[in-house]
């Protein structure tokens, strides 16, 4: 499994790929919305796990971009907010396939990234 973590907070991003890589997956690090556009145009991903918001910038660029560059990626985003919390986002992207709380357990998005990327 090929994953992109697009994520600011480099603690939270390091986490969540520490505990992907332990599981198997390659995984690489985003923690701009400049380097999440670089890692689209020229990797193959199997899955992108996403913060909507990146240091007051929307990331949803980047998963408009990965719909056509990685057709067969799927997105899990994760946010803090609850803007999105009523699932207008799943209509509004559909390479959208979970949207997470932030705080979520790594183990448990470990979990739903190993489902997602086998789908």
Same mark, same amino acid.
């Not at 994953?3 to 480099?10: A, G, H, R, T």
């Not at 660029?61 to 990965?66: C, F, G, P, Q, W």
């Not at 609850?82 to 357990?105: E, K, M, R, W």
């Given at each position: *499994?090929?994953?992109?973590?697009?994520?600011?907070?480099?603690? &939270?991003? *390091? $986490?969540? /790929?520490?505990? $992907?890589?332990?599981?198997? =997956?390659?995984?690489?690090?985003? &923690?701009?919305?400049?380097?999440? +556009?670089?890692?689209?145009?020229?990797?193959? $991903? !199997?899955? +992108?796990? *996403?913060?909507? *918001? $990146?240091?007051?910038?929307? =990331?949803? =660029?980047?998963?408009? &971009?990965?719909? %056509?560059?990685?057709?067969? /990626?799927?997105?899990? %985003?994760?946010?803090?907010?609850?803007? %999105?919390? !009523?699932?207008?986002? %799943?209509? &509004?992207?559909?390479?959208?396939?979970?949207?997470?709380?932030?705080?979520?357990?790594?183990? !448990?998005?470990?979990?739903?990234?190993?489902?997602?990327?086998?789908?």
């Amino acid at each position: *499994m090929r994953v992109l973590i697009v994520e600011s907070n480099e603690a &939270l991003a *390091m $986490l969540w /790929a520490n505990h $992907l890589e332990r599981s198997g =997956a390659a995984v690489q690090v985003a &923690l701009t919305e400049e380097a999440a +556009i670089a890692a689209v145009e020229s990797d193959t $991903l !199997d899955l +992108i796990i *996403m913060d909507v *918001m $990146l240091d007051q910038r929307s =990331a949803l =660029a980047v998963s408009d &971009l990965a719909q %056509f560059r990685q057709p067969r /990626a799927r997105v899990i %985003f994760v946010s803090s907010s609850s803007f %999105f919390s !009523d699932g207008s986002i %799943f209509n &509004l992207y559909p390479n959208a396939c979970a949207y997470l709380p932030s705080g979520t357990s790594p183990d !448990d998005l470990c979990a739903v990234a190993a489902h997602y990327a086998a789908a």
